[in-house]
């Protein structure tokens, strides 16, 4: 036992167990008849019965009532008219099968007769066409042959000097012999050198001897240019002749291209003409091929059908119609939920051993205090300065009080201790008396020590 009382017992894992199980059953019985709603539609009832089955707990031995459900369903007056009349057909129709499936041992006990059917396509006779190849690109000619070198320049000396100094050799003597001729004159007529009128004629006569200067150079570059030109002529006509030349080269070197490429192109649709044939002559093969092994598939499947025809029939024979069942609503129930019994009976016992642990925890503190203070410690006892005694354990062998002092001893709080009365019967020796005649109790040499002295 501890200060505050025994601690809470644990529970019985057996009997929770079984607790458990009962509890189980209960609700998965009452799930049970509340899930299963009966129902009533224009096809048909729905319709749940119970019948009671023992069940024996192999943990505690407890028998239990287990109500175990029978589903009925039921047909309205209508739709169970339909079932006779179908059940009926049906019953005719699969007779009728069975009759007619006495044939087939007769029909599918003779292998089918292959001998008339027309022979398949012949693969190996079609042979691949050998193509002929066609011819590589012609030689074409791309030299055009040296047609000479163009003049891009001639040879034209463009100092006229010499022109005009040889047009003034020519003309200086002359013009020598009019000035002397002008200045006799002038001087026959009576004209002075330095006179107005000597001046004005000598004047004119210098502007024409300019003039005839002016013109020999006008004419040295007019006759310049007019070689300049011969020589240019000479260079265009040469040219002229070697492009001639070149575009003779180049139409001949064409004409003989094309020649060689009309040739090629001759070749070549030639090749491909024969390589047509030859496809044309493959495809009619494959189109035999192909013709043949049709025929054959179609008589085949003649033949199948003819073999098929009695076993279809017969399988829709048995087929037969099918009864509208009836189609009932989906119903809804909330379901009971099981209860937790062994975690309400673990929780249960988890919050008494706490209450329990916190009690022993607090009078341990309260009584920790009578024993602080070492072996020599006495403290006041004596039941008569006690009120409101409530026993609440013991403490090796000695019953310990919960308690408040009386009188001036009062300080307004509870205690927990031992009575001096009780303890001097068995410990006397810890027990002594107050001057005012209470007796006190040495806590330390009680509980400390454990033995007397």
Known sequence: MGLYGSAPESPDPKETASAQTATNIGTSVANNVMGNVNQVTPDGNLTYTYTTQKWKDP???KEYDLQVPTATQTLSQQQQAIKDQTDAAELNM?????NQSG???????KPMDMSKAPAAGNAGAIGLPQYQQFQGAPNLQTSLGNAGDITRSYDVDFDTSKYENALME???PQLEQDRAA????LANQGLQPGSEAYNRAIDQASRQSNDARISAILNAGQEQSRLAGLARDQAGFQNAAQQQQF???ATSAGFGNDARQQMYQNANTSTAANNALKDQSFNAQQAKFNLQNQQR???LNEQYAQRNQPINEIIGLMSGAQVNSPSFVPTQSNPMPTVDYAGLVQQDYANKMGAYNTQQANMQ????GLLGFGGQMASLSDKRAKKDIKKVGELKGHGLYEYSYRGKHNDGKRHIGVMAQDVEKKRPDVVSRRPDGLRQVNYGALFNAGKRK
């Open 103 to 109: 044939k087939l041992n007769d029909l599918l006990g």
């Open 59 to 61: 943990l505690s031995g």
């Open 297 to 299: 598939a179609q008589y």
């Open 94 to 98: 699969a007779s009728l099968a069975n």
């Open 247 to 249: 575009g003779q080269n």
């Open 182 to 185: 002008l200045e006799t004159r």
């Open 170 to 172: 020519r003309l200086n």
């Open 365 to 368: 503190s309260m009584f920790g």
